[in-house]
Structure formats: C-alpha cells, structure tokens
C-alpha cells in the first residue's frame, strides 16, 4: 500500500475537497459512528433542525466515544441527541454542532475554551451526505456538484450502494481519467472514435466516444460518455443512448492509501414520473454498471502502487491528470499554478478521429 508521499504529490496527507461520508437514509438522531481521514467522527441528525452534522469523535474531557455507547442512561433516557445539540454518554457534557461544548450539566464554572471539538461543513444532497475537508480549515473554494438529474422528471433516481474499502491510493483510481488504453481489454470497449480530456481549474472531463461489445450494436452509433471529477473525489458520468443514464462514484480516504467507496446510477424513461417498470428496467442499468465497476475495482484491488508509470505511445495523458490532482494535496495559494500548467483540452491519438498516421 503506498501513501500520499510515496507519490510525491504535496504536504498535505488528504486531498482539500468535498467527499461523500454517507447516505442520507443511514443517519438519523442515533449518532453514526464513522472514520475518514484518519479520523474517528461522529455523524447525528439534530432533532431541532433536521440537517445532519459531523463532528470529532471524542470528547476533550476525558477521552470518550460520542457515538459508541448503548448502556449509559444519557442514551437510554434519549438525551443522547437533544436539538441539534449532542450529549457525551460519559458524563453528559453538551456539544452544540459547531463542535463547542455548551453545557456541563454538574458545574457552575465557565465552560473552558479549550471545551470543543473539531466540525466538518456537511451538505445533504441526492440522497447523499457530502463534507468539506481541507488541511487548512478554510472555507470550500467550489461548489458541491448539483447533481441535476436527481429528482428531475423522467429520471429514475440512483440507489447509490456502498461498495465497501479498497487498500488503493486514489490516485491509481483518478489516473483511470486519462487511460484509454485499458478500455478494450477491461470493458469491452470497440472502435474507439475519439477520446479526449479537458481540464478547467478543480474539474477534470473525460470525454469518450466509442463501440461496446455488448452494450451497443454493431454497426449502430457509438456511445458517448462525458464523465468529470468536480474535486477529489466525486466523479459523475452521464452515457447517451436508448436510456440515458447518469452514474456517481464517490471515494473518501479513510486512512493514507484506503478510500471507501460509493456506486450510483440514474437512468431517464419514458415516463415523467417513473412506475414500477421503469424501475426494474434503471436496476437491470444498475446491475450491468456495478458489474463494469467492479473490472475496475478488481484491477486496483490486486495490483502494485504505479508510482512512476511507464509511458508508452498511446497512453493517455496521465502527467496531466497527476499535475491537476496535486493541487488539492498542497495549499490553496499554489492550486493556480498546478491549474494553469494543465488547463486545456488534449486529444490521445490511435483513435478513428485522431488516427497514428496524422500524428506529429
């Protein structure tokens, strides 16, 4: 397993961005205990509010889990959450979702300032729970994705699956961006018309036209897929064909060289507002767009680190790929100069539009 520094790719150990920490369905008032970053943390939805929070785990006073806990009275008497406030289930200090303590139920002395703990900026959005990390502690420099399609009509909206951990750096997964060497042998992927990528500041595009063994006919129309990383972390991809569809795969590091990772699919029908048909027909989507993920999945579940990619002609333009990432490894004042040194539009030849025998 490689870390951050094995690549060379800043000073901070974890990437400045937005990640997914969750589903929306998995929280509600019972504190959710979770780890990313290499921290321990604590999600909750407040009962006052409705907006779910995210919070160091432990308390500053005497080193308890604020979520793991089933036998202390401040649980079972539901005092566990209380508003959008949490309690300690040690000795019931209170912690109001900004991270600061706000009561100490048993002294009359002021709450030291030192009585706080660490709080994320976290965002419920299609049906998903993002957080903003950064090393720096600043504010978010972009905006969470809109995810457009969720909710729109005729769009079967994504049941987005947790695909569990991968003991791989996210680099090797970003590094799929420019690779189109790997899609015949591993998806299936014929007659490859163009493949391009586009990077503009904290986006970077992959934009494919091409055949498929199965998933389009011969001889009909090559399929297009515009997939893009806004940040990090968070990849969307929509496929034009008989049916639309609009896939999310979300990693989070969890430790230097683990990330969990996510899988959704939204598919367009016929119906503006979906039935039962539609349905089955975006989970038969679902299920063939897990199956292609999990080629992928597999490759980086059982290989070693690629710290130094041997680059042959063909290869997509992984250096560019690696320079945009390194702008959120390292401070915010740098991200221009990472940007400015790959902002732009590259065409990888060896394809129907970009033949070898026109290249220079």
Not at 25 to 30: D, L, R
Not at 320 to 335: C, E, G, L
Request: charged content about 20%; glycine content about 8%.
């Amino acid at each position: 397993m490689a870390t951050t520094q094995d690549y060379g790719l800043g000073e901070f150990t974890y990437p400045r961005g937005w990640f997914m920490v969750g589903r929306s369905e998995e929280v509600g008032t019972a504190p959710l205990a979770v780890r990313y970053f290499g921290e321990d943390m604590v999600l909750y939805r407040g009962g006052q509010s409705g907006k779910v929070f995210m919070i160091e785990a432990y308390c500053p006073h005497m080193g308890t889990h604020l979520a793991r806990n089933t036998t202390s009275y401040v649980v079972k008497d539901g005092e566990h959450v209380q508003g959008d406030n949490i309690r300690c289930p040690y000795h019931g200090w209170r912690f109001g979702p900004d991270g600061r303590v706000n009561q100490i139920p048993y002294s009359p002395a002021p709450i030291p300032k030192s009585a706080c703990v660490k709080s994320w900026k976290v965002v419920e959005r299609a049906g998903c729970l993002w957080a903003w990390h950064d090393p720096e502690g600043m504010e978010p420099d972009h905006d969470l994705p809109p995810f457009e399609n969720y909710d729109a009509p005729h769009w079967v909206n994504w049941n987005v699956r947790e695909l569990g951990e991968l003991a791989c750096h996210p680099q090797e997964v970003v590094d799929n961006m420019a690779d189109k060497a790997h899609l015949e042998p591993v998806h299936g992927s014929i007659a490859i018309d163009s493949f391009e990528n586009a990077f503009e500041d904290h986006v970077c595009r992959q934009i494919l036209s091409a055949g498929h063994r199965t998933l389009a006919a011969d001889g009909g129309e090559p399929m297009t897929n515009d997939t893009w990383y806004t940040g990090p972390g968070i990849l969307q991809s929509v496929m034009v064909g008989a049916n639309p569809s609009h896939m999310l795969i979300a990693h989070t590091p969890i430790e230097d060289g683990v990330i969990k990772v996510w899988y959704g699919l939204m598919v367009k029908v016929d119906n503006a507002a979906p039935n039962d048909e539609d349905r089955t027909l975006a989970s038969t989507y679902e299920e063939a767009g897990v199956d292609a993920f999990a080629q992928d999945f597999e490759i980086w579940s059982n290989k070693r680190p690629c710290i130094h990619p041997l680059m042959v002609r063909g290869d997509g333009p992984f250096d560019k790929v690696r320079i945009w990432y390194r702008q959120f490894y390292n401070s915010r004042s740098q991200a221009k100069t990472f940007q400015t040194r790959v902002n732009g539009r590259y065409t990888t030849r060896g394809t129907k539009s970009a033949p070898w025998e026109t290249a220079a």
